[in-house]
């Protein structure tokens, strides 16, 4: 695999390709808030073959650019997404999101619906089906309030803070510890801190009316769901979502959020049932 900095307009993005070509749809990975491409490292090697597969790090996270002063809100990530799958040529997609990855690629589906044939939501967030907007999880729009102190503070504080709030979607604790220090390692730096501050003010605005989460498009899709994240996460969109006949949902034993790393071959398996009609 091989990693390459896209510039767009001046902010760039690392993203990395896997997979062969083949008469398959292309496959993107798009990972959540505060975590990086090293979240689909398992799922990976695990999809099915003759699909080339596209994995990036968003702006503000892994190895891509952490300029503060940068729009992080679902449309802006959106949009860079959009505009990455443009220069890179990438054709009509089956598009994977993690947490807020889900709100990212319901948003390019909404926005620019000739690119995606297919939507795979792992533990989606901020994705509303129904008339309200989405609210972002209850962790981050707590620590989204603690910004001004966030801002006084050494990163490394910043940075433990994130990882005692990320560490509990995992049910494998030790494992997940070790990860969460990889995924937070850009954020002990006062660019960091500056990026991630920005942020979370941008994820807890998205739960006002004036920027409404984005809706999952009318194309086959997944819902993928982990049996310990808290009812009250994926209430809203179950009820809605199981009355679309285009729509599957998985809840997955055994996991929280962190289905990608705990449950790899569950991702991958429906990621390979989605495409196989395709196919």
């Known amino acids: ?148 102190l966030f801002r006084r503070l050494p990163p490394a504080w910043l940075a433990s803070t994130l990882h005692t709030s990320l560490l509990r979607g995992y049910r494998q604790r030790g494992a997940g510890s070790h990860v969460l220090d990889v995924y937070l390692k850009p954020y002990r730096s006062l660019a960091g801190r500056a990026a991630v501050c920005a942020q979370l003010q941008a994820l807890a605005r998205a739960s006002s009316p004036a920027d409404q989460a984005p809706r999952p498009a009318h194309v086959p899709a997944a819902w993928l769901f982990g049996d310990a994240e808290p009812r009250a996460t994926r209430g809203a969109a179950l009820p809605h979502s199981a009355e679309a006949s285009h729509t599957t949902i998985t809840v997955v034993p055994g996991v929280a959020s962190a289905i990608p790393e705990e449950a790899p071959d569950r991702v991958a398996h429906t990621v390979t049932s989605l495409l196989s009609p395709a196919l």
């Not at 996270?61 to 799958?85: F, K, Q, T, V």
């Not at 443009?86 to 598009?95: D, K």
């Not at 948003?107 to 297919?118: H, M, T």
Request: net charge positive; aromatic share 4%.
């Open 1 to 148: 695999m091989r990693g390459e900095f896209v510039d767009l307009g001046g902010q760039r993005l690392y993203c990395f390709a896997a997979g062969t070509r083949g008469a398959g749809a292309p496959i993107v990975l798009v990972h959540g808030a505060f975590t990086s491409s090293h979240l689909w490292r398992e799922v990976i090697p695990r999809l099915p073959d003759g699909h080339r597969v596209l994995v990036l790090d968003l702006l503000g996270h892994g190895r891509s650019d952490l300029p503060a002063d940068a729009a992080y809100d679902i449309r802006a990530h959106g949009a860079r997404l959009r505009a990455l799958l443009e220069v890179l040529g990438v054709e009509p997609a089956c598009l994977v999101g993690h947490g807020l990855g889900a709100a990212i690629v319901c948003d390019v589906a909404q926005c620019a619906p000739e690119r995606v044939q297919q939507l795979v939501l792992v533990n989606p967030c901020l994705v509303t089906t129904g008339a309200e907007p989405a609210a972002a999880p209850r962790t981050l729009r707590r620590l989204a309030r603690l910004t001004p």
